[in-house]
């Protein structure tokens, strides 16, 4: 009859994704990342495989902590005579708080514990920045290294080794036992993102004046 319910359709016609296999999937996807992650982590410690790179490891890390890049940026806009100069660094100081904010929320959205094998000396670890997921050291190689090769005129050499930076500094993170693999790569993915957001929102001395009449 017309008015009849449609007979619903056989089971095997129906095109269901099976949670168990998602589970299963997922479940075996972080186990090789958490095996990978021990493996390469072959500076988390003193008596680890590459041990005596742990030093130079650590000071890639610095190079990468958000503290450092803050503190320059800022010193540089407040001595920085031209407008271009302060157009540029406002910017970058405006990616490097975005960059915190968003890692800050993601970190402590998803809380994934650090890597059992990490030794706990990082450079200034508070709040949220005792999880794991994502490295902000990625993301911020990431957005920094976009934000150069997109606003500095440099030679091909210094542009490589630009992104060499970013790439050791995201590599630094495994090996020191910091983070896993996928914390790296989501954090890549992260920073090369939040450029975008950046260059969409560019503050200049027309979108801004408050801030620009502040330097």
């Not at 619903?8 to 992650?37: Q, T």
């Not at 200034?124 to 606003?151: E, M, N």
Request: hydrophobic share 55%.
């Amino acid at each position: 009859p017309a008015g009849a319910a449609a007979a619903p359709l056989p089971e095997e016609d129906c095109m269901k994704l099976n949670p168990s296999f998602v589970g299963i999937a997922l479940s075996s996807l972080l186990a090789i990342d958490l095996w990978a992650s021990k493996r390469l982590g072959v500076c988390a410690g003193e008596g680890s495989a590459w041990g005596s790179a742990r030093p130079l490891m650590k000071v890639i890390e610095v190079s990468g902590h958000g503290i450092p890049w803050l503190l320059g940026t800022f010193y540089g806009l407040c001595q920085s005579d031209s407008s271009a100069a302060r157009e540029g660094l406002l910017n970058l100081l405006f990616a490097l708080l975005l960059d915190l904010v968003m890692v800050a929320a993601v970190k402590g959205l998803v809380k994934r514990p650090r890597p059992t094998h990490n030794k706990m000396d990082m450079f200034v670890t508070i709040s949220v920045d005792k999880y794991s997921f994502p490295s902000g050291h990625a993301t911020r190689a990431a957005l920094v290294c976009r934000f150069v090769l997109r606003h500095l005129v440099l030679a091909v050499p210094l542009r490589v080794l630009v992104v060499l930076w970013a790439l050791v500094v995201s590599i630094s993170r495994v090996m020191l036992g910091r983070h896993n693999m996928t914390d790296v790569l989501f954090g890549l993915l992260l920073g090369y993102a939040l450029y975008g957001v950046v260059e969409r929102c560019w503050l200049s001395p027309a979108t801004a004046p408050a801030l620009f009449a502040l330097w």
